[in-house]
């Protein structure tokens, strides 16, 4: 047996002759089992030393080869949701010996991704889009005339928590198209799920009554290969028994004209083999309900906390150790455990803050003030949309919600930013966390735009702050009751600079910069933390007598416009630096600026490009982007070297 290029994993001895699905289906039921128990342990092996999300691929592993030997894929087209669960998919599709490349820079993707292979049909990262991209994909075949073509959306309870879930689900329920909707059912997204849907199907997965109706329907089901033509029939009949005998519950799904299944063990790889084989064949959207338990087959993530098994880092395979390396010296904390505290320490001073989070609580720190301040912070399950118009409705009332998204999660719920809170002036404090380059969950995670879109919304604050002391800042004065409006907050992923960062709260002026070092060769521009990447880039280019001056925007909108008028009456070399998208972004502005008042300058650019930007560390990332502290430097370097002039040379 060889070792795996890369990874010194050895696949077991059924895992290591899978290249494809159509090897796979060589192997007869009672090898499954086995099969995916050397598929867990290769996922372990592998993320124990590489990382990577981990308690959602081991949940699915045997319903990821229950589909794939029963389905002819890709042609039979299956659709993940969200992505984290993946990882078996992945090695089943011809990806074994490139997996330990997974989230690593230039290596495979962490989700499906289109142009990866042609078993991952559709690009996901986000949440709750299977349902209406399978569906989309069950019409044209139907309109195409590819009657046997088959269509399955894996869906976690988590993601069937957002509207997208229910708006696709009512939707095929009309359509009559081939769909099948397996709903992993495991309690969990990232955090605990929350909400009534997790009670409607605890009530199903519990319930006497049901289980027993449902046991004689699998009686049924089990003998459809007998009946032959009279499949449809039979179903028929079935779907009449559970009307008729079944608990009120199975009505939500019977209500959209889905026919329900299950719900059924989703570790049971030889059963889920033959009920999907019985579902094959019957016509029309149905929806099968599989029980899973995140982090199965590995003791620790079973018994443990099953939020930090989601993506847990490097961790000893053998004893459950996450493997974290403890520094000599005290570390400046995570931006978004910043947040977490400081909230919870301003909403101590002011009882009509609240806290608004769409399942991201961990993710964001918001769980802090749900712990302290349980009655005044809200995980509102993944619907950004609705966390936003909820916000809304709670500043209509006098309180001053603080609604926290992922830069990126937060493209979700525009139109509620514009049309519910900000054409109406409501004070709802947007802090959107992950705000550019989010590292390794690569393109559907990076908060690229988020500058760009918000400072085209009237009435809007759009700031970043360059450190930790900064974000506590403009969260306090957002919070002042003379601050109108809505007002946004955005910051990175990871860890900021200050060690000592819980200083005493200060009010910033709205709409006004700093100075942060003075110079005379150049005017180097930056919003938020990328500020930091600044200093260090001057650092080097004073060792070549390169003296630049550095300004922090910290807003975007309004932007400063009395330090933009002693910028460009100053400098005619200027550069700008923002972790974010260059097209519309806090640059953008700034040459709004010199075209309104008529300067004529020499104006770089520095930021995301546009194009989508693949997986990595943020590091890498920021070199590939142009703005890394030695970039920075070159980027200085090039534009003083330049003596065709500045007469409005814009780069």
């Known amino acids: 047996m060889e070792f795996v290029k890369g990874s010194g994993v050895i696949p077991g001895e059924l895992l290591a002759k899978i290249n494809s699905p159509a090897d796979l289906k060589k192997l007869n039921e009672n090898q499954l089992e086995q099969f995916c128990t050397e598929l867990r342990q290769f996922i372990i092996d592998v993320v124990s030393v590489k990382g990577g999300h981990f308690g959602a691929s081991l949940g699915v592993v045997e319903l990821t080869a229950a589909i794939h030997y029963v389905y002819n894929t890709p042609y039979d087209q299956l659709v993940w949701d969200v992505g984290h669960q993946a990882y078996g998919h992945k090695i089943i599709t011809g990806r074994r010996d490139i997996f330990h490349t997974n989230r690593i820079y230039k290596g495979i993707s962490g989700f499906p991704k289109r142009d990866e292979s042609e078993f991952d049909t559709f690009g996901v990262g986000h949440s709750s889009t299977s349902i209406g991209a399978a569906l989309g994909m069950a019409v044209a075949s139907k309109y195409q005339g590819n009657n046997d073509k088959r269509h399955i959306a894996v869906i976690g309870d988590g993601a069937l928590t957002a509207g997208m879930s229910f708006e696709a689900l009512n939707h095929a329920g009309t359509q009559h198209a081939n769909l099948l909707v397996v709903l992993n059912d495991n309690c969990m997204s990232i955090d605990p799920n929350v909400g009534a849907l997790k009670d409607y199907l605890t009530d199903i997965t519990t319930s006497h009554t049901y289980n027993k109706a449902k046991d004689e329907v699998w009686k049924m089901l089990s003998k459809l290969s007998t009946f032959g033509k009279s499949a449809q029939e039979i179903v028929s009949k079935i779907q009449g028994t559970i009307k008729t005998s079944l608990l009120k519950q199975s009505n939500l799904f019977e209500s959209l004209q889905f026919r329900y299944f299950g719900p059924v063990d989703g570790h049971d790889v030889v059963r889920l083999t033959q009920v999907l084989k019985d579902l094959k064949d019957i016509p029309g959207p149905k929806i099968l309900h599989v029980l899973t338990k995140k982090g199965k087959g590995y003791k620790f993530s079973e018994e443990g906390n099953e939020t930090v098994w989601h993506s847990p880092g490097l961790f000893n395979k053998e004893t459950g150790e996450i493997i974290k390396v403890v520094p000599k010296e005290p570390q400046p904390p995570k931006y978004q455990d910043v947040f977490g505290l400081t909230i919870v320490e301003l909403a101590e001073k002011n009882s009509k803050i609240m806290g608004v989070t769409p399942a991201m609580p961990s993710g964001c720190s918001l769980n802090i003030m749900m712990k302290a301040m349980p009655d005044r912070a809200f995980d509102v399950g993944i619907a950004e949309q609705h966390a936003v118009t909820f916000s809304a409705g709670l500043a209509t009332q006098g309180l001053l919600p603080f609604c926290n998204i992922y830069s990126s999660f937060m493209q979700r719920a525009y139109d509620q930013v514009v049309h519910d809170v900000a054409l109406q002036n409501l004070k709802v404090i947007f802090c959107l966390d992950r705000g550019g380059l989010a590292g390794s969950d690569g393109p559907t995670h990076h908060g690229a735009f988020d500058l ?81 990447l600044v200093t260090k880039a001057i650092e080097l280019l004073q060792e070549q007598n390169i003296s630049p001056a550095h300004y922090d925007m910290r807003f975007v909108k309004p932007i400063d416009e009395t330090l933009l008028h002693e910028v460009f009456a100053r400098y005619k070399k200027i550069i700008t630096v923002e972790d974010g998208g260059i097209m519309g972004g806090m640059g953008s502005a700034v040459l709004e600026f010199m075209a309104d008042n008529n300067y004529n300058a020499q104006v770089k650019r520095l930021g995301i490009p546009d194009h989508f930007i693949e997986h990595g560390e943020q590091k890498e990332l920021y070199e590939e982007c142009g703005f890394s502290p030695k970039e920075i430097a070159a980027a200085v370097v090039e534009i003083l070297q330049d003596k065709k002039g500045s007469d409005s040379m814009v780069s």
Not at 463 to 473: G, Q, T
Not at 483 to 488: H, W
Not at 492 to 517: A, D, L, S
């Open 452 to 532: 760009a879109y918000f400072r085209c919304i009237p009435n809007m604050t759009v700031s970043a702050p360059m450190n930790e002391e900064e974000l506590r800042n403009l969260m306090y004065t957002a919070q002042l009751d003379e601050i109108k409006g809505p007002f946004s907050i955005r910051y990175p992923r990871g860890n900021g600079v200050m060690v000592e960062w819980k200083t005493p709260f200060k009010k910033i002026e709205i709409g006004k910069g700093r100075k942060i070092k003075d110079g005379k060769d150049v005017a180097i521009l930056s919003i938020g933390h990328p500020g930091n």
